[in-house]
C-alpha cells in the first residue's frame, strides 16, 4: 500500500520571499513521485515528476523538488514565490504499472503581497 | 497545446435525474480517469481504464454511478438517479500512462 502526508494544509508566505510545501510518502515499493497545482476553478495540472534519476527535479513556473529516499520525502521549493503561486498544491505517489496515483489533501499556498 | 476536455462544465439538476458527464482523453493516451472532488473528501478516484478496459472502479457507488469508455475519444461518467451528496466537481484525467495523468477543468455538478 502507499499513502502520501501533506504536513501542512495551508502556507502564508510573503511575496518573493522562498517556500517549502512538504511532503512524505510511505511504499514499500520504489515509487515515482508528483507535484501537481491547482488554481481556482481550475484542474489540477502537472507542477512536476520524479521517475528515476537525478533526485533533484525541476518544474514549471521556477519550482522544484528533491526526492530524498531516506526520509521518504519529496519537498517541493521555490526560491521567490509570485502572486501568481497562490493555488493549492498536491503531492501524488505511484507505484508505477497500473497502480493507481494516491494524492495527498493537498496544501494551499497563500502568496501575501 | 493539447487539453482534456469536458462537457458539460457546470451542471445543475434535480434530485432523482440522470446525469451524464463526457471527457474527450488527449490524443494517443490510452489510459483515463474519473476523480470528484469536495470540500469533505478531497479528490477521490472513481475509475479508470486502460486502453478502453476498466482497470478499478471501486471508487465508485455501484448501485448509481456508470463509467464506461464507447470509443477512445470518448468516456462517460454517468449517475441515475442523482442525488444531493453526489454534488461536486468531476474531474477527467488522460495520460500516456497510468501514473501519468493530464486534467480536464472539470464539470462543477450541482443537485438540488
Known amino acids: 500500500a502507499q499513502s502520501v502526508t501533506q504536513l501542512d494544509s495551508q502556507v502564508p508566505v510573503f511575496e518573493e520571499a522562498p517556500v517549502e510545501l512538504r511532503c512524505n510518502y510511505s511504499s514499500s515499493v520504489s515509487v515515482y513521485l508528483f507535484w501537481y497545482v491547482q488554481y481556482p476553478n481550475q484542474g489540477l495540472q502537472l507542477l512536476l515528476k520524479y521517475l528515476s534519476g537525478s533526485t533533484l527535479v525541476k518544474g514549471i513556473n521556477g519550482f522544484e523538488a528533491e526526492f530524498n529516499k531516506s526520509q521518504t520525502s519529496f519537498h517541493l521549493r521555490k526560491p521567490s514565490v509570485h502572486i501568481s503561486d497562490t493555488a493549492e498544491y498536491f503531492c501524488a505517489v505511484s507505484q508505477g504499472g497500473y497502480q493507481k496515483v494516491t494524492f495527498g489533501i493537498g496544501t494551499k499556498l497563500q502568496v501575501i503581497p | 497545446d493539447a487539453r482534456v476536455t469536458q462537457t458539460p462544465r457546470h451542471k445543475v439538476t434535480e434530485m432523482g435525474q440522470e446525469v451524464t458527464m463526457r471527457c474527450q482523453p488527449i490524443?494517443?493516451?490510452?489510459?483515463v480517469f474519473w476523480y470528484r472532488q469536495t470540500m469533505m473528501q478531497g479528490l477521490e478516484l472513481l475509475a479508470y481504464?486502460?486502453?478502453?478496459?476498466?482497470?478499478?472502479d471501486s471508487g465508485m457507488p455501484k448501485d448509481r454511478f456508470s463509467a464506461e469508455m464507447p470509443d477512445a475519444t470518448l468516456a462517460t461518467l454517468k449517475i441515475q438517479p442523482s442525488e444531493p451528496r453526489d454534488s461536486a466537481v468531476y474531474f477527467c484525467?488522460?495520460?500516456?500512462?497510468?501514473?501519468?495523468?493530464?486534467f480536464g477543468p472539470g464539470t462543477r455538478l450541482t443537485v438540488t
Open positions: 481504464f486502460r486502453n478502453r478496459a476498466p482497470l478499478d
Open positions: 490524443l494517443g493516451h490510452n489510459t
Open positions: 484525467a488522460s495520460g500516456p500512462e497510468v501514473y501519468e495523468q493530464y
